[in-house]
């Protein structure tokens, strides 16, 4: 018997809306032009490791218009509760790509797109990339520079996709010199929580645009980008800087981000024990003579500035003298300053050599009670003397990146969210990298790094500090008001006109499913 689509998808949704989770499907379904699966074994996954919530059933499209089907069919149903996520490469932390008893959609099964458009001499506007939006930074990466071109602003790890990252913001050392991710795409193409396929820009539809990017999903799901593209550099002259002071090692942080004419690249990290130097030496190891000096005196705490110069083809003999020039403006620990010469895909790839050598040692697919920070430059100090209270030096196995971005680097209009401290243009990014070993880390120990987790951030976005958690995870409605702050009234009119049966992103646990019958009472 043949059935029309609606019809398929109505026979599913009807499984779906009636048993939770359909625990008796037990093959892939084939719902005329969509493919169904009870499950894949990624899909209840994420890096995170902490949330293991199983969808009902999966969804590997082939198009967009397969999403804008399922959406559209789930946004004009009366009965169905059933939510959806979508999933790029499952990098996030807390399940926030995932859907319980409902629908994840695999993004990586869309089929992988990437143009380069390369302006010419005579062309106005820029060079860009048209990328579906299941592809990896990596991918774009490695194509992008076969034409001498790369993206302007990154994340430290590459194997995330396009559409995960511009849900959030995309962050990185390259922040600072041109604002997160968000800030460099030209156009989207999203497919609405009541199933529209749109494409929106600045100039198209910005309402639309500027919402998605750093939504968090909530208000579409991002089936390709047009993405900022400039000329690559062939290498990059990396450098790092040790300090025993973090007041000297702030200041010398900003001085740094003050010369954005010269530096393509700051972060820096905190030194607790010699586990924490080894977890970012191996693609950079020239510096473990250092090791010697954390041996040799007591402190509860080194920082490390990392600054990186681009080669020039133009002007190669040049970066060497940059580089010189800016050390000696610099107050670091004298002696203490190492450098490296890479070329551009291995420095900005270099997170892929630590995740081989942690796979090598089976320390990658651990749970990573991770936790993300925008913290205001007046919290800083404080911020950091409360990581300290928390946390045992001696012992901590993880690492923590601190450096600076600057506000004005950001757009407004976004849906990201950053500490909402008047003047303040120099904000840090501070990132506590826990893995839980489970052979030294027991589910027990798990629980108390969460709460551990839990208790500074209820510190740090106190009036005291005023931070706002990157990446957040929240259980109540009151949490998230207080995170959005300024922007959520604005959220929530857009979550109403985008996405007003709330499909969209259940992981976040922002809002709660409605069915079209509540909308009709409203």
């Not at 143009?115 to 992008?144: C, M, Q, T």
């Not at 969460?450 to 409605?477: C, D, F, M, W």
Request: net charge negative; charged share 20%.
């Amino acid at each position: 018997m043949e059935f029309s689509f609606c019809s398929r998808i109505n026979a599913l949704i009807l499984l779906l809306a009636l048993c939770s989770p359909c625990r008796f499907i037990q093959s892939p379904m084939d719902f005329g032009p969509l493919n169904f699966l009870q499950s894949t074994p990624s899909a209840s996954i994420d890096f995170g490791r902490i949330f293991f919530n199983s969808p009902s059933a999966v969804l590997r499209p082939q198009s967009p218009k397969e999403i804008s089907q399922l959406l559209s069919f789930l946004s004009s149903s009366s009965f169905s509760k059933v939510t959806v996520a979508a999933r790029g490469a499952g990098h996030s932390i807390h399940g926030q790509a995932q859907a319980h008893d409902g629908i994840v959609i695999e993004m990586d099964s869309l089929p992988p797109s990437i143009k380069i458009h390369r302006k010419r001499d005579d062309e106005p506007g820029f060079s860009y990339a048209d990328v579906s939006g299941g592809v990896l930074w990596v991918e774009l990466l490695e194509e992008s520079l076969k034409e001498g071109l790369a993206p302007r602003s990154w994340t430290d790890y590459l194997y995330m996709s396009i559409g995960g990252t511009l849900s959030n913001a995309g962050i990185s050392g390259q922040t600072f010199k041109y604002g997160p991710q968000i800030n460099n795409v030209f156009q989207l193409d999203v497919v609405t929580g009541r199933g529209e396929l749109v494409t929106c820009s600045s100039l198209q539809r910005p309402d639309l645009f500027y919402s998605v990017l750093g939504g968090l999903g909530q208000l579409g799901v991002i089936t390709s980008a047009r993405i900022l593209l400039q000329d690559a550099p062939h290498k990059v002259k990396w450098v790092r800087a040790f300090y025993d002071d973090f007041e000297i090692f702030t200041k010398d942080q900003e001085l740094l981000v003050s010369m954005d004419s010269k530096v393509d690249y700051v972060e820096g990290f905190m030194v607790l024990n010699e586990q924490s130097l080894h977890a970012s030496s191996v693609a950079f190891p020239s510096y473990m003579g250092f090791i010697e000096q954390l041996h040799a005196h007591s402190s509860d705490a080194y920082y490390c500035i990392e600054f990186a110069v681009h080669y020039e083809l133009e002007k190669e003999s040049n970066a060497e003298q940059v580089v010189e020039e800016i050390a000696k403006q610099l107050s670091f620990m004298p002696s203490f300053i190492y450098s490296e010469e890479v070329s551009y895909f291995d420095f900005l790839n270099r997170v892929r050599m630590e995740e081989l050598n942690l796979r090598s040692k089976g320390l990658w697919d651990v749970p990573h009670p991770w936790l993300n920070m925008f913290v205001p430059k007046s919290g800083i100090d404080q911020y950091r003397d409360l990581l300290l209270e928390n946390i045992s030096p001696s012992t901590f196995d993880g690492h923590i990146l601190i450096y600076p971005i600057l506000r004005d680097k950001w757009y407004s209009n976004t849906s990201a969210v950053l500490p909402e401290s008047g003047e303040e243009n120099v904000i840090y990014v501070v990132s506590m990298l826990l893995s839980a070993n489970p052979t030294t880390c027991s589910t027990e120990c798990l629980t108390r790094l969460l709460h551990q987790n839990r208790r500074i951030v209820e510190t740090a976005t106190g009036p005291e500090i005023g931070a706002k958690q990157y990446l957040p995870h929240h259980s109540q409605e009151r949490q998230w008001r207080e995170h959005f702050g300024g922007k959520w009234e604005g959220f929530l009119a857009r979550k109403s006109e985008f996405d007003p049966l709330h499909i969209l992103a259940p992981g976040q646990g922002i809002f709660q499913r409605k069915y079209s019958a509540h909308l009709q009472a409203q």
